[in-house]
């Protein structure tokens, strides 16, 4: 039973699903955080 079968109040993540969404978002976190550096290290700043 996945995550798309059936009611999801009634069938909840269970353990394989949970990872792959938390996963995905350290995956996010990790790319945000390296554009931001990328960003703050190439950027020049003009006064």
Do not use: R
């Given at each position: 039973m996945g995550i798309l079968s059936g009611?999801?109040?009634d069938e909840p993540m269970h353990y394989g699903e949970i990872f792959s969404?938390?996963?995905a978002s350290m995956?996010?976190?990790g790319a945000?955080?390296?554009?931001?550096a990328f960003l703050n290290h190439?950027?020049?700043t003009k006064t």
């Amino acid at each position: 039973m996945g995550i798309l079968s059936g009611n999801p109040k009634d069938e909840p993540m269970h353990y394989g699903e949970i990872f792959s969404v938390w996963q995905a978002s350290m995956v996010a976190k990790g790319a945000v955080s390296c554009y931001q550096a990328f960003l703050n290290h190439t950027l020049e700043t003009k006064t």
